[in-house]
Each structure stands twice: as C-alpha cells, then as structure tokens.
C-alpha cells in the first residue's frame, strides 16, 4: 500500500501571499489530521477531517482552513501568510474509526515565507 | 486540556547499549491512546509503538517497549540493543479514546533528541 503523500515538497512565499497544500491519505483511510511543526512551537494539532467534514480543530486563526474530498484527499489553505507561518506542515491519516486508532504521516511540506 | 511532557531535551547512547526515554501526560479521560514517533533527519514521522490505555501490559515492538504506568501518568520507551540508525528525534503522543472530545488530534511532547554513538 502507498503511504500518505503531500504536495508539494517545499514551497517559498511571500508574505501576503496564499498557499494550498494536499495530502492524499493511505488508500481506505478517511481521516485526515493536519499539524504545523516549528522549532519554537513544537508540533501542533490544526484540524482533522472525517468524511468530508471537519470534526476536530485546534487553536489556530481562521487564515488556515481546509477541506476534505469525496476521494478522501485533503487540501489546507493558509490566507494572507504571515512570516510565523514559516514551518514544516505534516499531515496523517488513518482510518478514523474503532478499528484503528494509529495515524501515519506523510513526508511533510516545508513552507518558508519571506 | 491533555498535557505530554518530555523532560529530556537530549539523550545519548552507545551503540548496543540501552537507553529510556520519558514522558509524562496528564489527562481527566480514562480511555486514550500513547504513542511513541521518531523522526529522523528526513522529517518522516514514523510510528514506533502504541500502547492502549485499557491495557495493563505493556507493548512491545521488537527491540522497543514501553512501561507504562498509568496511575502515574507515566509512558517510558526503552531502547534496546541501540543501533545507529535510531538516532533521531522522538516524540511522545496522547490521543483521546473515541469518546473524547478531541478524538482525531494527537498532542505531542517537546521531543527527545537521541544520538547513538559508534
């Protein structure tokens, strides 16, 4: 089975600028968990997707938003980027129900803004 | 709110030797999930072992296991027989069971930074 893939690898923005990232999850997992990885923060939780519905957020302002498709494939916006914003955003999935509680992350998109 | 705590910002280790790394946690639920990733240079996060809050043993994955204490809040990983290509940085993870209110998101610990020496 192929793991969870993101695109793209590496992105540089400016500030201002708007960014999309995509996360294809493992195939038969509906469950998409997105994180933001940065040396002074340490990893923290941005949202997970389920079925095409956001079921959980974490403490981040509404500039970073995300979605879910019908094929489970997930994509996450970050508006009017701010030089903070600057980090390793990894993504996981997993299938999202009792039968397996385990996430698995893809390689991760590293994003620098200037 | 779920707290994971990581008191060990470094840690080394002989080649073959062994090594314990800690983490504490607190939470008010009684059904969750622990985990241990490690991510390597690379920055792929790689699940190494989990370990079901329900369950008194402890788990163990090859050369990995953990003690978890539950009363105490506690979840080591003990290393055994370390081999270079463990070094990386590892992180303690906290996950709400499926009645949580936060059932999707894992909570990480600052991670420990482990390096094997030859």
């Known amino acids: 089975k192929a793991g969870v893939t993101q695109t793209p690898r590496y992105l540089i923005k400016t500030r201002g600028q708007q960014v999309t990232l995509s996360c294809s999850p493992i195939s038969g997992h509906r469950s998409v968990s997105w994180y933001q990885q940065t040396p002074g923060q340490g990893l923290q939780f941005l949202f997970e997707y389920f079925s095409e519905t956001q079921r959980n957020k974490g403490n981040f302002p509404g500039r970073f938003s995300g979605r879910q498709f019908s094929n489970s494939r997930s994509e996450m916006n970050v508006s009017t980027l701010e030089l903070g914003d600057s980090a390793l955003y990894l993504c996981?999935?997993?299938?999202?129900?009792?039968?397996?509680?385990?996430?698995?992350f893809g390689p991760g998109t590293r994003l620098t803004v200037t | 709110a779920q707290t994971v705590t990581q008191s060990q910002p470094e840690m080394s280790v002989q080649e073959a030797e062994t090594v314990t790394l800690s983490c504490t946690y607190d939470?008010?639920?009684?059904?969750?999930?622990l985990f241990w990733y490690k991510q390597p240079p690379s920055r792929q996060m790689i699940l190494v072992i989990r370990q079901e809050a329900y369950k008194q043993q402890n788990a163990t994955e090859n050369r990995f296991s953990v003690n978890f204490q539950k009363a105490a809040k506690s979840f080591s990983l003990k290393i055994s027989d370390s081999q270079l290509g463990d070094a990386a940085m590892y992180f303690c993870?906290?996950?709400?069971?499926?009645?949580?209110?936060?059932?999707?998101?894992?909570?990480f610990g600052q991670g420990t930074i482990l390096t094997v020496h030859p």
């Open positions: 996981a999935s997993s299938l999202g129900d009792l039968r397996s509680y385990e996430q698995y």
């Open positions: 993870a906290y996950r709400p069971g499926l009645g949580g209110t936060s059932y999707g998101k894992l909570t």
């Open positions: 939470t008010s639920e009684s059904d969750y999930y």
